[in-house]
C-alpha cells in the first residue's frame, strides 16, 4: 500500500538523486512516492504529486 518507490529523480527539478540529505517520502493525498533533493527542500520548492497532482510545500 503506502510503499516508497525507490526512486532517483527529484520530483520538483528532475534532478537526479546522487547527494546525501534528500528525502522521499509518500503523497498525503495518495500515497505516490516523491522524492525532493537537497536544493528543493532548502529553496521549499513546491513539489506535485504525479499521480493526483496535490501540491505541497
Ligand atoms: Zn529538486
Ligand atoms: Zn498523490
Not at 8 to 28: A, D, I, Q, Y
Request: overall charge positive; hydrophobic content about 30%.
Amino acid at each position: 500500500m503506502m510503499k516508497i518507490k525507490n526512486i532517483e529523480f527529484c520530483t520538483s527539478c528532475n534532478t537526479r538523486l546522487v547527494e546525501k540529505g534528500f528525502v522521499r517520502f509518500p503523497c498525503p493525498h495518495c500515497g505516490e512516492t516523491i522524492a525532493r533533493c537537497v536544493k528543493c527542500r532548502e529553496l521549499a520548492v513546491i513539489y506535485k504529486c504525479p499521480k493526483c497532482g496535490y501540491e505541497g510545500p
